[in-house]
């Protein structure tokens, strides 16, 4: 889309006469588009058809928030797999706390190590956690195993764009524990075809969970707060080490990214 631009404009066409002027352009900008909202994934996972009775593993759960809203409003019972311990013991109180607790349960694993008999799963959820994954081929194999067969995967992912330059995405990778390779949406699909998934959807959710969110929220700061970690580099570090400065920093950079287009989220529906 962009490559039609690459054409220089003159000076005159920037400065010049034009038939839109500034406040025009600024006011067609900030009228709302309608973008979808997060809970839009759970509207994709409920065309799986899982309801009471039916039995789903959230993968890479961190502190089951996910799992516990899945609980709420289908009923089902959710396991959530996270390899942090910190994430396990934060899920165990979230879990605790929460109404519909009972149908959650939370476990220490991996993608390639799922705690799970064979055939444990009626839908397998994973939402932004396929980029930590080295082992995509062994990932997706284990959640062959674990999945009724038939059942179906539903996975929200980044993928970077042809707006991403190499060195930002080499680097954003790196500030965000993230395998590089993995934000490749061709090779992605090539890998969940060979592991034996047939791609049912993909939805191309781009900036729109964002921009609602930020529609909702006028207290936005991450430009502001990339703009002071920038300038403020070395006593930030000072007061809270280089990873956590990392860590927020490549996750404000990562969610402009996402709102410019240098990544693009999507959902995936892969049945197996
Ligand atoms: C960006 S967070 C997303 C958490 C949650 N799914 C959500 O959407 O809020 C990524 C999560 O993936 C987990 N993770 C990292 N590597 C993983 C792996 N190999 N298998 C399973 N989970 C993993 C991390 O511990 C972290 O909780």
């Known amino acids: ?18 038939d839109m002027d500034w406040d025009d352009a600024v006011s067609l900008a900030d009228r709302s ?40 409003r289908f009923g089902c019972r959710v396991l959530s797999v996270d390899p942090v311990q910190a994430n396990i013991d934060w899920g165990i109180e979230n879990i605790a706390e929460h109404e519909y607790g009972h149908l959650v349960e939370i476990k220490l694993g991996t993608i390639n190590d799922i705690p799970a008999a064979d055939d444990a799963f009626d839908a397998v ?3 932004d956690m396929m ?9 997706l194999a ?14 929200h992912h980044v993928f970077a764009t042809a707006d991403l330059e190499p060195k930002e995405w080499n680097r954003v990778c790196a500030d965000l ?9 061709e090779a992605f699909e090539a890998t969940v075809e060979q592991c034996g998934f047939k791609i049912e959807s993909i939805e191309r959710i781009g900036s729109e969970w964002l921009e609602h969110t930020l ?32 860590g927020v920093l490549g996750n404000t950079v990562w969610t402009i990214y996402r709102m ?3 990544l693009e989220d999507r959902v995936y529906v892969i049945r197996s």
């Not at 309801?51 to 609980?71: F, K, N």
């Not at 980029?131 to 990932?139: F, Q």
């Not at 529609?215 to 956590?244: C, F, H, P, Q, T």
Request: a negative charge; aromatic letters at 6%.
């Open 1 to 18: 889309m962009t490559d039609e631009f690459t054409t220089p404009r003159t000076v005159e066409e920037m400065y010049g006469e034009s």
């Open 33 to 72: 588009l309608d973008p979808r909202p997060r809970t839009s994934l759970y509207d994709t996972f409920a065309t799986l058809g899982v309801g009471e009775g039916g039995y789903v593993l959230d993968i890479g759960g961190r502190d089951a928030s996910q799992a516990l809203d899945l609980a709420e």
């Open 125 to 127: 959820f994973a939402r």
């Open 131 to 139: 980029g930590h994954v080295a082992d995509l081929e062994g990932a």
């Open 142 to 155: 284990e959640c062959r195993r674990v999945l009724v067969r038939g059942r179906a995967m539903v996975i």
């Open 177 to 185: 524990a993230l395998i590089p390779e993995r934000l490749d949406a």
């Open 215 to 246: 529609e909702a929220d006028d207290g936005e700061k991450r430009l502001l707060r990339a703009a002071r970690l920038r300038r403020d580099k070395d006593r930030m570090i000072d007061g809270i080490g280089v990873s956590s400065y990392r």
């Open 260 to 262: 410019i287009g240098k």
